[in-house]
């Protein structure tokens, strides 16, 4: 049982570069979100999804797209990278009002 | 807008001691409270769950208390061990943002043998 898996663990990107970080689950929650995990801000909410087809905006959304196409895929899009966007990066999902489960997180670092 | 806070940030004791991690919520319109543990480097381990109707969760050596009217919760850990040194996040939900959870910044324990 994989849970929560996200996939790539570690990326540098430069400046101005894009890339698509992969979320899957296979625990069938209709409820998925992304988070940026950064030193002394704790974990915020970037974007999340309430079911296959939704996507709605959290505390820290800019400089990032979301699609959830599939109900066990949740992606989250970085179109031009900056440098503020260097964080850990942590995928979720979760039932309605239950427990939430966690990827092991992607490292990113954009120089 | 719901805020969590952990105190103290840090803390360090000798193994063998029982300690207790604050967590407290502005908002007491909460569904749940979750206390995870993260690792260095590593992702979040979900420890406990406490439904909003619930006043206590046992796991083991770890038991989670929650007073939702004074916007309280703690974490009790039993006879700590250096295999216990981690950081301990608290996070509730709320009806807010599909029922996301709301993090604290997190208690770093350390455990000396």
């Known amino acids: 049982n994989a849970g929560v898996t996200q996939t790539p663990k570690f990326r540098v990107l430069k400046t101005g570069q894009s890339m698509t970080l992969l979320c899957a689950q296979d625990m069938n929650h209709e409820y998925m979100y992304w988070y940026r995990q950064d030193p002394g801000m704790g974990l915020r909410l970037i974007h999340y999804?309430?079911?296959?087809?939704?996507?709605a905006k959290g505390e820290v959304p800019d400089g990032y797209n979301v699609s959830r196409l599939k109900k066990q895929n949740f992606l989250l899009g970085l179109e031009s990278a900056a440098p503020s966007q260097t964080s850990v990066y942590f995928c979720a999902s979760s039932e309605r009002r239950t427990e939430a489960f966690f990827g092991q997180g992607t490292r990113l670092t954009v120089v | 807008k719901q805020e969590v806070t952990q105190i103290p940030a840090a803390l360090s004791v000798p193994e063998g001691e029982n300690l207790v991690l604050n967590c407290s919520f502005t908002d007491s319109a909460i569904y749940n409270l979750q206390w995870f543990r993260q690792d260095p480097g590593k992702g979040l381990t979900s420890l406990l769950l406490?439904?909003?109707?619930?006043r206590e969760q046992t796991s083991g050596r770890l038991n989670a208390s929650l007073d939702k009217s004074s916007g309280r919760s703690t974490l009790y850990i039993a006879a700590s061990q250096p295999g216990d040194s981690a950081t301990y996040l608290c996070?509730?939900?709320?009806?807010?943002?599909?029922?996301?959870?709301?993090f604290g910044k997190g208690t770093t324990l350390s455990v000396s043998s």
């Open positions: 999804s309430v079911g296959e087809g939704t996507t």
């Open positions: 406490i439904q909003s109707s619930q």
């Open positions: 996070a509730v939900t709320t009806n807010q943002a599909g029922t996301a959870l709301i």
